[in-house]
């Protein structure tokens, strides 16, 4: 029989070991060893069991071990210290209370978060970097205020079939036995929020609070009884169910979020948030939900849309289209519209704000970036694929003015680096890991000391892929006596090369299989063997995801090959922190330029790694020549099969005559010099640019501070500001049309102009129904192309002069002859506005009809 309903019963603790539970309560232990060292020694053969999960560890032990701790002075003093030092940690002022006028606390929303295995609420890449990106906020201290749903099943575990297959389980979680703590009002009644759904149902959720050092994160949970079935059932999985079920979780975490987040703010005085950063366009509805509350206190819908749009920050990590999430206009249209519809937002704003190509579908992104004054992908190379993939946003606009920034992604070194690295770092470079420079002191630690923690750690990889290994083939239905050859899996001496993270086709994970001969070959290397440890999660709906692991695993259960290549299934945290930091080699070998930005091979190179990879995502910006190496990529051979061929063939090549002859080239001494010089310099070179405290540090100073300035700006005087900066846009949006560049007319330009020399510009705008304060007009100039378009041009604001009784605006200026070769210049005119934070921020934009001024001969 299967129990009705399932639950965690807590263990209470002695008066004596009161502080444990507020240990266990604050996640900060998954990133720090001394407590979770702590809990070890409560029971150190149950701590084993139980995974490292002090949660369960706590949950487990028994009351007589316990009262036995509660007699053990020397513990209760070590408990005592642990106390104290999480107090400090958690109200010592750090780096963000250092600056002036900073936000007073920033909210951050995102569908999933990977903070620790104890809290599976993540399915890859988005939510570990979020996870990342709480801790790094906690350990500088900035304000952040999260928000994420409570999944009951999680995202899923994954097992193998006989035949190699991707299972999937979905073990229910109890919200009482995880590291969380229900939101209660001051009567003790947990705390609720609700949401208005068609067809007069109501979607209600309570709120859990998972501390995570300093930062609380807010997970909504609507598995409560005031609910219906299919509405207890929108917080059942992480990106399950179709697109109804996906658009509630949506319109819970965006709308809910926000209603959460007030709500908690109230009880507890947290601050209000100044900021609201939309972590992809899965929280995109937060947006409306703010417009609402502030046109139901006497603002309109424009006026309310610029208060919220400047303190938004939106952080697009997909680069294609095929990526975002895009629903049927009419659904919208059903849970914002008829009599589910807010009285003062128009379901025909709503429907424009998600407006795209496709005249029947709403876009995410495309709210999301029209709902934020600030945008930013998560890599160099993302910023410029994001900039051309939203272009058309911006109309008439060049690509490199399209206003999506790049901050690269981060990892947090605490969570991600093997401990013996930490305390070597630790000892030899003191606050290596709070700082951006004096990483060239890694550069005097003896080679020695670090290859023999290298050692150390790709051991410990091995003894775990093997345990792991065992385990999988006796859920495939292997006997003990067939699994001897287990024992002897993987060397720990041997070059050892790691692949793990989602399975979408785009990242290939079975690129390494285009030649299974030259493979095995290199496998099976008598004199310089090569092994490969694989993990990865199709999602469950992706069929050729899955046939792509069944291909590696049927290639790894070869007798043959199965002792130097192994699959493991189930890949989480703790799988992918014993696989970066033991491996030797990171591999990535996505379709360039679709990784927007990847992180795993980040905390490789952190724990000693070297990446061999596709110039994509991060690699793309940091690889500088020798701190790694860099897959030749075949981008414009236009046949896929082609193209993983040549790519292939050059993967091949790098671990056979470089990356295996460097591991293998060992002095008198038995170390790899040429190796560790490599692995020295990826240390200094990349570690400081990895750090998740470099991203919250630019996230901060580029896009929060700035939003927190321009949101108090617009709220000033009770929002008189974001009044007038609405009705400026809407009269300046009406009366576009009637600007126009009547004409242009240069002098100065010889017949044979030369570097150095300059020309006068004057220029003839009318501005129509606008004022010569309300536009911006400048000189557009620079290199020409084959087709008179000017590439990468610079601008120079033209200086206003008269302005005639029509309305046309004269404007004068000088455009520098500053480089050689085919020239050209334009002139244009752009709306002004102090409050704006671009040029494109309103998308209009006035060019001459005809191209002006376009030089095509050569400057000498």
């Not at 999602?539 to 259960?557: R, T």
């Not at 927007?596 to 940091?622: F, Q």
């Amino acid at each position: 029989m299967r129990a009705i309903r399932r639950f965690t019963v807590r263990t209470v603790l002695p008066a004596e070991l009161a502080a444990l539970g507020e240990l266990v309560q604050n996640l900060r232990w998954s990133w720090h060893p001394e407590t979770m060292d702590l809990f070890a020694e409560v029971d150190p053969g149950l701590w084993e069991q139980v995974r490292h999960d002090p949660v369960a560890l706590l949950g487990a032990v028994t009351p007589a071990r316990l009262n036995e701790l509660a007699g053990d002075r020397r513990f209760l003093r070590r408990v005592a210290d642990a106390a104290d030092d999480l107090r400090e940690y958690m109200t010592a002022p750090r780096w963000y209370q250092t600056l002036p006028d900073a936000a007073r606390a920033i909210a951050y929303f995102s569908p999933e978060y990977g903070i620790a295995a104890a809290l599976p609420q993540y399915s890859g890449g988005l939510g570990i970097l979020a996870g990342d990106h709480l801790k790094a906020a906690s350990d500088l201290g900035v304000p952040i205020l999260a928000v994420g749903l409570l999944y009951r099943h999680g995202y899923f575990t994954q097992s193998l079939s006989p035949e190699g297959w991707q299972l999937e389980h979905y073990p229910a979680l109890d919200a009482g036995g995880l590291p969380l703590t229900l939101l209660k009002d001051d009567e003790g009644a947990p705390v609720k929020i609700r949401l208005s759904l068609p067809e007069n149902r109501v979607l209600h959720a309570q709120i859990w609070v998972a501390q995570v050092g300093r930062v609380p994160l807010l997970l909504l949970d609507s598995d409560v009884a005031d609910n219906d079935a299919a509405a207890r059932d929108v917080t059942d999985r992480l990106y399950g169910g179709g697109t109804d079920h996906r658009l509630n979780q949506e319109l819970l975490l965006g709308v809910g979020g926000v209603r959460a987040i007030r709500a908690y703010c109230k009880l507890t005085g947290h601050p209000e948030p100044e900021v609201f950063h939309t972590n992809e366009g899965h929280a995109g509805f937060l947006g409306l939900e703010r417009i609402r509350e502030l046109t139901e206190a006497r603002m309109s819908f424009d006026e309310a849309l610029e208060a919220v749009r400047a303190g938004t920050v939106f952080t697009t990590h997909t680069p294609v289209p095929a990526g975002i999430d895009r629903f049927p206009r009419d659904m919208i249209e059903r849970h914002f519209g008829g009599a589910n519809s807010w009285p003062t937002v128009p379901v025909e704003r709503i429907l424009a704000l998600g407006a795209e190509d496709d005249p029947g579908r709403f876009n995410m992104a495309v709210m999301g970036m029209r709902l934020a004054q600030r945008v930013n992908g998560v890599s160099h190379l993302h910023g410029e694929v994001s900039r051309e993939m939203f272009k058309n946003l911006w109309p008439g606009f060049d690509v490199d003015e399209v206003p999506i920034g790049s901050i690269t992604n981060g990892v947090h070194a605490p969570t991600w680096v093997g401990r013996e690295l930490m305390e070597l770092a630790g000892r030899e470079v003191p606050s290596l890991l709070e700082r951006a420079r004096g990483w060239d002191a890694i550069q005097k630690i003896p080679d020695g000391d670090i290859w023999k923690i290298r050692g150390t750690l790709r051991r410990r990889l091995v003894n775990g892929a093997r345990a792991r290994l065992r385990r999988s083939w006796r859920e495939r239905g292997a006997s003990d006596a067939e699994l001897g050859w287990i024992d002897d899996a993987l060397d720990p001496e041997v070059l050892t090369i790691g692949f793990a993270r989602r399975v979408p086709s785009y990242k290939r994970l079975t690129l390494m299989l285009r030649d299974p001969r030259r493979l095995a070959r290199l496998l099976l290397d008598p004199d310089k063997p090569v092994q490969i440890v694989i993990a990865g999660k199709a999602h469950p709906a992706d069929e050729g995801g899955k046939k792509l692991i069944q291909q590696i695993v049927k290639f790894a259960d070869q007798e043959k090959v199965r002792h130097r290549i192994v699959f493991l299934p189930d890949y989480d945290m703790a799988l992918g922190r014993l696989m970066v930091q033991g491996c030797d080699v990171w591999l990535n070998n996505p379709l360039r330029p679709l990784e927007a930005s990847g992180t795993s091979g980040m905390k490789s190179a952190l724990n000693g790694g070297l990446n061999l990879s596709i110039r994509d995502g991060w690699w793309d910006e940091w690889y500088d020549g020798t701190n790694g190496w860099s897959i030749p990529t075949a981008d414009g051979v236009g046949d896929p099969d082609r193209r993983d061929a040549l790519e292939a063939a050059a993967l091949y090549d790098l671990i056979e005559n470089e990356v295996s002859d460097r591991f293998y080239d060992r002095g008198v001494d038995g170390l790899p010099r040429r190796w560790m010089e490599m692995v020295k310099h990826t240390l200094t070179s990349l570690g400081p640019k990895v750090l998740a405290g470099r991203m919250l540090r630019d996230y901060v100073v580029t896009l929060y501070n700035p939003a927190a300035a321009s949101a108090r700006a617009l709220s000033a005087d009770a929002y008189a500001p974001a009044r007038a900066f609405a009705a400026w846009r809407v009269r300046v949006t009406r009366a576009w049309p009637g600007v126009r560049v009547e004409h242009v007319e240069a002098t100065g330009v010889s017949d044979t102009p030369e570097v150095g020399a300059a020309i006068e510009l004057h220029a003839t705008v009318a501005l129509g129904d606008l004022e010569p304060g309300d536009v911006r007009v400048e000189a557009v100039y620079g290199k020409v192309g084959p087709h008179d378009e000017l590439v990468h041009p610079a601008y120079e604001r033209l200086t206003p002069g008269s302005v005639d009784d029509d309305g046309r605006a004269h404007y004068t200026g000088t455009v520098p002859l500053d480089r050689t070769g085919a020239f050209g210049y334009t002139v244009r005119v752009v709306p002004y506005h102090p409050l704006a934070a671009t040029s494109a921020e309103l998308g209009l934009i006035a060019v001459p009809e005809e191209p002006a001024g376009m030089t095509n001969g050569t400057l000498r």
